[in-house]
């Protein structure tokens, strides 16, 4: 079985702050997936970012970036200068090596503050 | 290019009617996902179909639940009688099935209220 937690379930930050959203993910599988989505308040949910476990660089998108480390069985993200916009629940997800199972974690429900 | 399309997007129904949420993947993609997601149980897959053949439906609560894909742009999700805790948001996906470990992208969700 494969497991994914995102402890913190709700992060309140002021506009500006940095702010890194913890994933911690459990599976037997040497090759797997990992992914964030964000669910906006409208309710859909955006793809954000997907990793291959063999592949252990670190990210950037604008003022996203993503810390993969596999020793530690983590994948976290983190916003930097974050804007009121950013106000979402983010998922973290890993899918196993055969493609026919997304375990989502439970969400990280981010609010910014103006 | 289009994304996933749901609809409806909300549909509000009485215990006992027929609901049918319908969903239309992305074109090209051959492989579409029915997922739930409510407060108590987060995200969870229903069923899935690879090109229009169900594959896993495991995740179906019970026998109330049923969809199909009669091809490859259209699938439904039909709950037939409809229950209160059936209340959820049900969303869709879709994925190429050229490689199985490809990223699944939803589409907006549709929202179903049970009174």
Redesign the interface.
């Known amino acids: 079985a494969q497991k994914v937690t995102q402890a913190q379930t709700e992060i309140s930050v002021v506009e500006k702050e940095d702010v890194t959203l913890d994933c911690v993910y459990e599976t037997r599988d040497t090759t797997y997936?990992l992914?964030w989505?964000k669910q906006p308040p409208?309710?859909?949910?955006?793809?954000l970012i997907?990793r291959n476990s063999f592949d252990e660089q670190n990210e950037i998108s604008g003022r996203y970036s993503w810390n993969f480390q596999k020793s530690t069985s983590s994948f976290n993200f983190t916003i930097t200068a974050s804007q009121v916009v950013d106000s979402a629940v983010y998922?973290c997800a890993l899918?196993n090596?055969?493609?026919?199972?997304?375990t989502?974690?439970?969400?990280t429900r981010l609010m910014v503050k103006p | 290019d289009a994304g996933v399309i749901q609809s409806p997007r909300h549909e509000v129904t009485e215990m006992g009617q027929e609901v049918t949420l319908r969903c239309k993947p992305i074109s090209g993609h051959n492989s579409l996902f029915w997922y739930r997601q409510t407060m108590m149980r987060g995200l969870e897959l229903l069923i899935y179909f690879n090109n229009n053949v169900p594959i896993d439906d495991s995740g179906m609560p019970e026998d109330r639940f049923s969809a199909k894909m009669p091809n490859a742009s259209f699938s439904t999700l039909k709950i037939q009688p409809s229950e209160p805790r059936d209340s959820a948001v049900y969303f869709c996906a879709s994925r190429k099935a050229s490689r199985l470990t490809d990223t699944q992208y939803f589409g907006p969700g549709t929202r179903l209220t049970v009174l």
Do not use: H, I
């Not at chain 1, 090596?97 to 997304?102: C, D, I, P, V, W």
């Not at chain 1, 989502?104 to 969400?107: E, P, Q, V």
């Open positions: 997936y992914f989505y409208s309710g859909e949910l955006v793809f997907r998922f899918l090596n055969a493609g026919n199972m997304l989502f974690g439970g969400g």
